[in-house]
């Protein structure tokens, strides 16, 4: 099966500026996972999606940072402003899953690295 | 709430070297143990999973882990290692009945001698 497509590989932008990343989950997988990988750190959960609903938010910064899945399959992550602090790998995954089942594998795909000026 | 510690930031061994990486987790209850692997410029490719049964998991690669309930650890092995195992490697933890989501620590990076 083809796995989690994301886009762009790498972007590079000045502070203040806005970016978008866009990820195409596995096919028939009913929840989305953006997480944000800081050099030299784990990745954190920003936000997770159930279709086209949104699940799990708490560690979004949404004053400057937004996501949408329209129609519960694609779905774009955005920054604006971005901030020097935003440069990171932006990693979308996502899972065949059951809310409360927990026993779910998530397929990663590649990541989109931000490096912010 | 739940949280994962990976003690060792880095680690190197040589070539056909055992090897250990250490994970301990803090939940209330047994979680759901996972570790993942990532290549220079790549996304988590899934090593694997401990759900529930047998406390010591096979995974690709090679590699192994074993459950340790009393210790809340999840440590990772394979009996000989391989120049391409050089990776950064992170352990991670679901909660049952929760969102599925995972909670990754801060990894390990391992580097292989020839």
């Known amino acids: 099966e083809a796995g989690v497509a994301q886009s762009p590989r790498y972007k590079i932008i000045e502070k203040r500026q806005s970016v978008a990343f866009w990820c195409n989950p596995i096919s028939g997988h009913a929840t989305l996972y953006w997480y944000q990988q800081i050099l030299g750190q784990g990745p954190k959960l920003l936000i997770q999606?159930?279709?086209?609903?949104?699940?799990?938010d708490s560690q979004l910064p949404k004053d400057r940072f937004s996501a949408e899945r329209l129609k519960g399959v694609d779905s774009t992550l955005k920054i604006q402003p971005a901030k020097l602090e935003d440069s990171a790998v932006y990693l979308c995954?996502?899972?065949?899953?059951?809310?409360?089942?927990?026993?779910?594998?998530?397929?990663f795909g590649a990541g989109s690295r931000l490096t912010v000026l | 709430a739940q949280s994962v510690t990976q003690p060792d930031i880095h680690i190197t061994v040589s070539e056909g070297a055992s090897l250990e990486l250490r994970c301990n987790y803090s939940?209330?209850?047994?979680?759901?143990l996972f570790w993942y692997v990532q290549s220079p410029g790549q996304g988590l490719q899934l090593l694997l999973k401990?759900?529930?049964?047998?406390?010591l998991v096979q995974g690709i690669k090679g590699f192994e882990a074993e459950f340790k309930r009393s210790q809340s650890s999840f440590n990772l092995r394979k009996p000989s290692v391989h120049w391409s195992d050089a990776a950064e490697y992170f352990c991670?933890?679901?909660?049952?009945?929760?969102?599925?989501?995972?909670?990754f620590g801060a990894g390990t990076r391992l580097a292989v001698h020839p």
């Open positions: 991670a933890v679901g909660a049952p009945g929760g969102y599925n989501k995972l909670i």
């Open positions: 401990y759900f529930s049964g047998d406390t």
């Open positions: 999606f159930q279709n086209n609903g949104v699940v799990d």
């Open positions: 939940y209330g209850a047994t979680p759901y």
């Open positions: 995954a996502s899972s065949l899953s059951i809310l409360g089942s927990g026993a779910n594998v998530l397929t």
